[in-house]
């Protein structure tokens, strides 16, 4: 009887524990976001990120300057206050700043346009009409 009983709480336990790690399948809104985020990139009217953004003047209030990436080592890390960063080949708006910590970890700073990115947060925003 005693086994019985603690096959039982144990048979308990894992449904519970499969109830809680399992995750909800989206429905109405979220599942259409959902299927919509897979290809994105097929639908969105614009480029992104944005060729026309100004992403020296977004660096700029963070802190940053852009330097050309063939001169990079040979410039000072620190101007007028302003950082050395260059940008990533084949990611526009994403930036790279001088080896910090020691000579190969380097901060990497994302500026393109947070509020027209293709991310669920803002395909939910979009109206389903």
């Given at each position: ?11 308990e336990?894992?449904s519970?524990q499969k ?16 299927e919509?985020?897979?290809r ?27 330097v050309?990436?063939d ?8 101007v007028?206050?302003?950082?050395k960063?260059?940008e ?24 393109r346009?947070?509020e ?14």
């Open positions: 009887m005693k086994k019985a009983e603690n096959d039982t709480e144990r048979k336990e894992e519970v109830t809680k790690s399992a995750p909800a399948k989206p429905s109405g809104k979220d599942q259409l976001v959902y919509f985020a897979k994105w990139w097929y639908v969105m009217p614009a480029e992104w990120p944005p060729k026309d953004f100004d992403y020296a003047a977004e660096l700029e209030k963070e802190g940053y300057r852009i050309p990436q001169s990079f080592r040979k410039q000072l890390n620190v007028n206050g302003l950082t960063v260059h990533v080949d084949g990611y526009r708006g994403i930036f790279k700043s001088p080896n910090v910590l020691c000579s190969f970890i380097q901060k990497i700073i994302d500026v346009p947070k027209s990115c293709p991310s669920i947060d803002n395909f939910r925003k979009l109206s389903t009409t």
